[in-house]
């Protein structure tokens, strides 16, 4: 089964500080997307990219940077973190060949 | 923004009894649905696809689609207390991009 590892699991970060989530997947899949989970929104795509050097906008991308340095990994950057960031992030990865994707474990992240 | 609607936003069920879910898409680009579940302390796991007009079943779960009004539904017969957790649906049109329904809780009670 696909891993999708994220870092840290449990992050508190200050307002106005600069956080970074972490994630890796060891199965080689070109697609990867950063959501967020909030009660009553479901899941909202940040940022997706279909390949190494790839980022792309998803629906709610205000606040949030995304970089993808290799096939491997896919972070997640807030560089100036306001209470209403305060979620659960979830990564998840793709084939791109497929339409499954498989999601970590995801991090929550409060936001004081 | 492409959407996907989902209904309801809790459902309890008795041990045995029918689950049923339902989503509906906002963009005829959506081409492949799947149903995922998340228990709690998780991430989302895809539970089944349906990519053509009709029902597909699996076990337990029938997924059932209709391309022409945009409707992707998902049902389990004989469910169990097991089967709580938060469900949702997910859309793909033919590009990268996948988006996911706003869940339904599921409560089965002994």
Known sequence: EAAVTQSPRNKVAVTGGKVTLSCNQTNNHNNMYWYRQDTGHGLRLIHYSYGAGSTEKGDIPDGYKASRPSQENFSLILELATPSQTSVYFCASGDAQSTEVFFGKGTRLTVV | ?110
């Open chain 2, 1 to 110: 923004q492409q959407k996907v609607q989902q209904s309801p936003e809790s459902l309890s069920v008795p041990e045995g009894g029918m689950a049923s879910f339902n989503c509906t898409s906002s963009d005829r680009n959506f081409q492949y649905f799947w149903w995922y579940r998340q228990h709690s302390g998780e991430g989302p796991k895809a539970l089944m696809s349906i990519f053509s007009d009709g029902d597909k079943k699996e076990g337990r779960f029938t997924a059932h689609l209709n391309k022409a009004s945009l409707h992707v539904s998902l049902h389990i017969r004989d469910s169990q207390p097991s089967d709580s957790a938060l469900y949702f649906c997910a859309a793909r049109a033919g590009g990268y991009k996948v988006v996911f329904g706003s869940g339904t809780r599921l409560l089965v009670s002994p």
